[in-house]
């Protein structure tokens, strides 16, 4: 039910109406109190936010981006508190105006839960752990509805189904009956976008809403949000670290560094002219992105001439999908088609597509970590004799594990929370037969090499950022001295600064141990600074192939076009998303 607005804490009216505000942030602190001390997630910051306006919140992780987010609606967790300022929300009570302030409103009471989901929506950052897997789309949908407005239950599911139809979700009368772990990525962020539209809100606040999405399917969103977004006239928080969405999207910038607001302003002039250090290093992180590696272009790419160190041969990979009630009907999926692939000695091999195109299957089937349903895999040894990765048995195939090593896309998942980075890192030689001692300097080698120090290795992994942890996965494939290295997303999970960082690191080590790369990526950027030669996949192949530059400065395929315009550039002078090529298969 609404709370009449009698119950609401109001303050004085000072913004000017024909400003057009709806929030106002006014010296905003939010602590918390730790063991160790007083954490000051944010201090101190201050914004305005106008009708029809993008504000982009941007910094690395561990800003306090989502937590100055969920200050604003009032759901910092335990023992988070906002400790001091304004959040005054401008709203029309009949025909009055009138300002709440959301800080002095008691984070459990009725008043702010009137406002939550009504007047000031939010989208989560990871809609499958934000949305619930027992309860049906439909269902979540229905219960902001439930919540904020006098629908009957035929009212509610036929306003459900026309929020999923408008978030452009296929089959709505269907859909909406399905549960959460049936819709796909990017379904399941448009279904949180509908959810978060139900009651028509003033504010709407996104959360790093497509980080975890291929580029495609974030401009799609992009777009999607875009278009709401002047349909309806809400104001729209866009939380982010990508600097190419902030410079396609925003009018306004905020950037935040350790919970401090160091600067704002129009984003031409944040991008133009940013006057603190940190704004600088952000934009021109990603702008390092836009053109290859500088070390990269100093080494001599791999020639035509120079032997392969792994060929792929007509790579088959079918999943059998089970169907019906006993799941006794069966039909094949195919997720790598006919793939024919040459690593040279030395080089860096991009495998860049949308996800599901089978990057990732065929990063596996090269180390037969799934079996693949048909081709070879042929890997040359050190000594010169080829052998085939598909055909040899378990105990040739450990050996081979020594000389192709794997890095995988979450830096934190692939590591075991019970171990020490000792052990960890130490994990493959001990598998080797290694003696403690030589493992212990053996670990703290790689550790310095690279760049962090010998006192880490008591800790456990959750001591540590997103980016030091994807260092130790570095190091943990690197202890047994391998010749190739197969980089599964590596850096998607890493801030832009991050992800620069560890590409540079990976370059530096190439250039020391003679590693050879196959690097499998959505980003198109990440491939360009890294890569020497990219193969493009789309639902299973490679639909084109050649130089990395070549292939990012002169498309040949119509869905290489389609990603690359896709892709966000760091100059708000070239937005360009809304204009993007689209690609449909056989048209």
């Known amino acids: ?329 069966t039909s094949a999926l195919r997720a790598v088609s006919d793939v024919n692939l040459t690593l040279r000695e030395g080089e860096n091999l991009g495998i860049v597509g949308e996800s599901g195109s089978g990057k990732t299957t065929l990063g596996r089937c090269l180390l037969r970590m799934i079996d693949p349903s048909g081709g070879a895999v042929f890997y040359r040894r050190s000594d010169g004799s080829e052998v085939d990765i598909e055909a040899v048995s378990k105990a040739e195939l450990r050996q081979i594990y020594r000389e192709i090593r794997m890095i995988f896309q979450d830096p934190f998942g692939s590591l075991n929370p019970r171990m020490t980075i000792e052990q960890v890192v130490g994990e493959p030689l001990l598998m080797m037969g290694w003696k403690p001692k030589a493992i212990r300097d053996r670990v703290v080698e790689l550790i310095e090499r690279v760049d962090l120090k010998a006192e880490v290795l008591e800790r456990y992994p959750h001591a540590f950022s997103g980016g030091q942890r994807q260092r130790i996965c570095i190091a943990r494939a690197l202890a047994p001295e391998p010749r190739v290295i197969v980089a599964d997303e590596a850096t998607s999970a890493l801030d832009v600064s991050l992800r620069a960082q560890v590409l540079d690191l990976l370059l530096s080590l190439q250039r020391q141990m003679n590693l050879s790369f196959i690097f499998i990526s959505h980003d198109i950027s990440v491939i360009r600074y890294f890569c020497d030669r990219v193969a493009v996949m789309y639902k299973g192949e490679i639909v084109e192939i050649g130089e990395a530059l070549a292939v990012c400065d002169n498309p040949q395929h119509a869905y290489t076009k389609a990603l690359l315009s896709a892709v966000p550039r760091p100059d708000p002078t070239q937005r360009r998303i809304h204009e993007r090529h689209r690609y449909v298969a056989n048209a």
């Open 1 to 329: 039910m609404n709370t009449p607005a009698a119950d609401l804490p109001t303050v004085p009216q000072q913004a000017d109406p024909a400003e057009d505000v709806v929030l106002e942030v006014k010296n905003l602190s939010t602590h918390f109190a730790l063991r160790t001390g007083l954490l000051k997630a944010v201090d101190n910051i201050s914004f305005t936010l106008r009708r029809r306006e993008t504000l982009c919140i941007v910094g690395e992780s561990g800003s306090g981006k989502s937590v100055t987010a969920r200050s604003i609606l009032r759901i910092v967790p335990s023992p988070g508190k906002v400790v001091a300022g304004e959040i005054r929300l401008h709203g029309v009570d009949g025909d009055a105006a009138r300002v709440v302030d959301l800080a002095a409103l008691d984070p459990r009471g009725r008043a702010v839960r009137a406002i939550r989901g009504k007047e000031i929506s939010m989208i989560f950052q990871e809609p499958m752990s934000s949305l619930s897997p027992v309860h049906k789309i439909g269902f979540q949908i229905e219960e902001a509805l439930k919540l904020h407005t006098d629908l009957d239950k035929q009212g509610r599911r036929a306003r459900t189904i026309e929020l999923l139809r408008r978030v452009e979700i296929p089959d709505p009368e269907t859909t909406v009956d399905r549960y959460p772990f049936e819709y796909s990525g990017g379904m399941r962020q448009r279904a949180m976008i509908a959810m978060a539209l139900a009651c028509n809100p003033s504010v709407l606040i996104a959360d790093e809403p497509t980080t975890a999405l291929d580029v495609t399917t974030q401009a799609e969103i992009l777009d999607l949000i875009k278009e709401l977004q002047d349909e309806f006239g809400m104001a729209v928080i866009f939380i982010t670290h990508d600097m190419g969405v902030v410079a396609e999207i925003a009018d306004t910038v905020c950037v935040m560094r350790h919970g401090e607001m160091v600067e704002s302003g129009p984003v031409e002039e944040i991008f133009k002219n940013p006057r603190h250090p940190y704004s600088r290093m952000l934009i021109g992180s990603a702008l390092r992105l836009e053109r290859p590696a500088e070390s990269r272009l100093q080494r001599q790419s791999p020639g035509a001439e120079t032997q392969p160190i792994l060929r792929v041969e007509n790579l088959v990979k079918d999943f059998v999908v089970h169907k019906g009630f006993f799941k006794r009907e």
